[in-house]
């Protein structure tokens, strides 16, 4: 459990200056999450793939030597959620970090607010869940703490206040350290922060999926929060090896996933073949460490890297030591305009509320 010492370092203002960057040459690049008692990789390591569900399946042994690989690439960060894989991505991030004291040196972040029936996920934001939600954690999570907790979800059949008051009484019970937003608009995001402080929100984002860019991304940077981008390759795409012919197997939903179905495949497709040539061209690098690079350099984010296998992680030091100017980024630009002439948004990914269920039965 942390001490009140620890906690009361949680009452940042509401307007807090900009988060301190710190880069360290080419290697991992650092960022402050609300102040000096939290320093994360500005890559993380997300795990929603490595729990399974909505991937195709999961492999404990492929997951465990991801998460040693993210640690050995300089990640002191890890995005989990409950939902992911039902328990299953939290128990193993748990596994992974119990020997050797290595829980204290990493930043575990994890989230509350769904709550699921066999393979059904809804939302449930209300106190009495996020209660039992935060006990269940730990225990997968094997630790007595959770640095970072995230709303993962608003829940319209909740005020966000009731669901905020519940977080603020964890960070004051010690179970929390930090309290962050995800899938939050601006609007809510301030609704929340009038009931206890926030270090960071996380939206989609990713060179495909820009849409916070116009209110949540400069809310983020004016108010001093850090902004979790996840999707980062938005779910592959950008990893760059990928092709017509790919295809996904069981539950995997980029088999529903907008951007994956033809046409529109081909225009993603073409818009990541136009994007490698640009990187190898400018800056000798391909298009994964392109779009990483992209996130990056929008402002105070952290990118959210989703793995499952070591060898997904050995480009990530492509990513440090340069930076894209706005020349850089206007080109960018053409090429998305150019080539993508039907886009489409993050938004299938939404869970449903427990009334939309209702109102569908
Ligand atoms: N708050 C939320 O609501 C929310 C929603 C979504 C995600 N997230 C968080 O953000 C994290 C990242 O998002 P994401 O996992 O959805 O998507 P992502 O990071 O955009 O993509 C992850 C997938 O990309 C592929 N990939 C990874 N490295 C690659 C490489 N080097 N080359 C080619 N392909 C590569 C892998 O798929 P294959 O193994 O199939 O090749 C991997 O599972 C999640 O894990 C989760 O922690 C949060």
Redesign the pocket.
């Known amino acids: 459990m942390r001490t009140d010492q620890a906690n009361s370092r949680n009452l940042l203002p509401k307007t807090a200056a900009p988060p301190r960057l710190t880069h360290r040459g080419p290697e991992m690049a650092m960022i402050e999450i609300g102040g000096p008692d939290m320093v994360a990789s500005r890559i993380a390591l997300?795990?929603?793939?490595i729990g399974g569900s909505m991937?195709g399946g999961s492999d404990t042994r492929s997951a465990l030597r991801t998460i040693d690989a993210a640690i050995d690439h300089g990640i002191n960060l890890i995005?989990?959620?409950p939902a992911?894989g039902f328990g299953l991505a939290e128990e193993i991030v748990g596994r992974a970090l119990a020997p050797n004291g290595r829980r204290r040196r990493i930043l575990i972040a994890t989230?509350c607010g769904l709550e699921w029936q066999g393979d059904k996920i809804r939302r449930n934001a209300s106190p009495a869940r996020i209660r039992e939600e935060i006990d269940a954690s730990l225990k997968r999570l094997r630790t007595d703490y959770i640095d970072l907790y995230q709303l993962?979800?608003p829940d319209p059949g909740v005020p966000i206040e009731e669901s905020a008051g519940a977080l603020a009484t964890l960070l004051q019970e010690g179970k929390i350290r930090a309290v962050g937003v995800?899938?939050l608009d601006r609007a809510q995001t301030e609704r929340f922060r009038q009931i206890v402080p926030i270090r960071t929100t996380?939206p989609?984002y990713?060179l495909f999926e820009q849409e916070i860019a116009a209110e949540l991304l400069p809310y983020a940077t004016q108010t001093g929060l850090v902004l979790l981008a996840?999707?980062?390759?938005?779910?592959?795409l950008?990893?760059?090896?990928m092709s017509s012919a790919t295809r996904f197997e069981g539950d995997d939903l980029r088999r529903v996933d907008p951007k994956f179905q033809q046409p529109r495949f081909d225009q993603y497709l073409a818009a990541v073949a136009e994007l490698d040539q640009f990187a190898r061209g400018h800056f000798g690098t391909g298009v994964?460490a392109l779009a990483v690079r992209w996130i990056l350099d929008r402002g105070p984010t952290i990118a959210?890297?989703?793995?499952?296998?070591p060898d997904?992680?050995?480009?990530i030091g492509t990513v440090m030591g340069w930076s894209l100017d706005a020349a850089a980024m206007d080109q960018i630009d053409r090429i998305l305009a150019r080539t993508i002439v039907s886009p489409i948004g993050a938004g299938f990914?939404a869970p449903p509320a427990a009334d939309a269920e209702r109102a569908a039965a």
């Open positions: 997300g795990t929603w793939a991937w995005d989990t959620a992911y989230k993962h979800w995800s899938n996380q989609p990713n996840y999707g980062a390759l938005c779910r592959g950008l990893g760059g090896k994964l959210l890297w989703g793995a499952r296998r997904q992680l050995a480009e990914m």
